[in-house]
């Protein structure tokens, strides 16, 4: 599982998670649009939506967290969190000792049925847990399981080159915006040949690749706000709900609606096949 070294500023809020036991879990109910601005940990982090979709920020990129994943942040890293319609969050912190995923790169990760049961069972775990009892044994298939977990496709990296950033910005705020590559190549200050090679060199892909996975995160968190599957594709800047659809199949390998099946009901509006 490779992963590439962030900067691990500390210029942002220290939010202190007193660990009275090796692996201690949060449970916490967050409100539609709610924000939890930028800080860090001294302890690993597993975020994770029980209900819900959460958009993890850092200076790399935002990664999009819908029911069955959940982001891995290592300690140190600076992230605000965003709520997409209502969240249960479960989240879990772990001593540096730990450490099931290596690096200190955030990733989002599949949530298997065991992981999940596991981690709502972390949150009544008494503290500090016997390291001889039970709790600590399921402590054990939790890092396994968080270990074997497979990546998901749920990153959006951004580029630290300004001209390409300012390109990067415009477009998450709006991925509805069809203006040419020209046109965007006048927004860095540069020619299309340039700005495609930022792309390329700053997040590993083409700039028309990376508007793409921009709808499709940007969708994921409309309908976790609710919308039918018709308007999140219209909503982002897909020109049919089909072709967002076969996108979405093609990325995650299964239909929207599907993929929601752990969380918060999703429906097909009409037009919409899969």
Same mark, same amino acid.
């Not at 070294?5 to 009275?20: G, H, Y």
């Given at each position: #599982?490779?992963?590439?070294?962030?900067? $691990? /500023?500390?210029?942002?809020?220290?939010?202190? !998670?007193?660990?009275?036991?090796?692996?201690?879990?949060? &449970?916490?109910?967050?409100?539609? @649009?709610?924000?939890?601005?930028?800080?860090?940990?001294?302890?690993?982090?597993? !975020?994770?939506?029980?209900?819900?979709?959460?958009?993890?920020?850092?200076?790399?990129?935002?990664?999009?967290?819908?029911? %069955?994943?959940?982001?891995?942040?290592?300690?140190? !890293? $600076?992230?605000?969190?965003? #709520?997409?319609?209502?969240?249960?969050?479960?989240?879990?912190?772990? &001593?540096?000792?730990?450490?099931?995923?290596?690096?200190?790169?955030?990733?989002?990760?599949?949530?298997?049925?065991?992981?999940?049961?596991?981690?709502? =069972?972390? #949150?009544?775990?008494?503290?500090?847990?016997? @390291?001889?009892?039970?709790?600590?044994?399921?402590?054990?298939?939790?890092?396994?399981? !968080?270990?074997? %977990?497979?990546?998901?496709?749920?990153?959006?990296? #951004?580029?630290?080159?300004?001209? %390409?950033?300012?390109?990067?910005?415009?477009?998450?705020?709006?991925?509805?915006? =069809?203006?040419? *590559?020209?046109?965007? &190549?006048?927004?860095?200050?540069?020619?299309?040949? $340039?700005?495609?090679?930022?792309?390329?060199?700053?997040?590993? /892909?083409?700039?028309?690749?990376?508007? *793409?996975? $921009?709808?499709?995160?940007?969708?994921?968190?409309?309908?976790?706000?609710?919308?039918? +599957? /018709?308007?999140?594709?219209?909503? +982002?800047?897909?020109?049919?709900?089909?072709?967002?659809?076969?996108?979405?199949?093609? &990325?995650?390998?299964?239909?929207?609606?599907?993929?929601?099946?752990?969380?918060?009901?999703?429906?097909?509006?009409?037009?919409?096949?899969?």
């Amino acid at each position: #599982m490779s992963r590439n070294r962030q900067s $691990t /500023t500390r210029r942002t809020p220290l939010v202190d !998670i007193p660990l009275r036991s090796p692996l201690f879990g949060l &449970a916490q109910d967050h409100a539609p @649009q709610e924000l939890i601005p930028p800080h860090h940990h001294d302890s690993d982090q597993l !975020i994770y939506a029980s209900v819900g979709v959460v958009t993890v920020e850092t200076e790399d990129g935002f990664w999009v967290v819908p029911p %069955a994943r959940a982001v891995w942040v290592p300690a140190g !890293i $600076t992230h605000s969190i965003l #709520m997409s319609g209502r969240v249960e969050f479960r989240s879990l912190y772990l &001593a540096p000792a730990l450490a099931p995923i290596e690096g200190t790169h955030c990733c989002v990760v599949q949530v298997s049925p065991l992981l999940r049961s596991a981690i709502l =069972r972390v #949150m009544e775990f008494s503290h500090p847990y016997p @390291q001889q009892g039970s709790e600590a044994r399921l402590v054990e298939v939790i890092l396994d399981e !968080i270990q074997l %977990a497979e990546v998901a496709p749920l990153h959006l990296p #951004m580029p630290s080159d300004e001209r %390409a950033r300012r390109v990067a910005l415009a477009f998450r705020n709006d991925p509805t915006d =069809r203006r040419s *590559r020209q046109a965007w &190549a006048h927004v860095a200050g540069t020619s299309e040949r $340039t700005l495609e090679r930022l792309f390329h060199a700053e997040v590993g /892909t083409s700039f028309g690749k990376w508007q *793409r996975q $921009t709808r499709l995160l940007a969708a994921l968190e409309f309908l976790a706000a609710g919308q039918s +599957v /018709t308007n999140a594709a219209l909503d +982002v800047g897909f020109q049919t709900p089909s072709a967002f659809i076969t996108m979405f199949r093609r &990325a995650m390998g299964t239909t929207p609606a599907r993929y929601f099946a752990e969380g918060p009901r999703v429906e097909e509006g009409a037009g919409a096949d899969g």
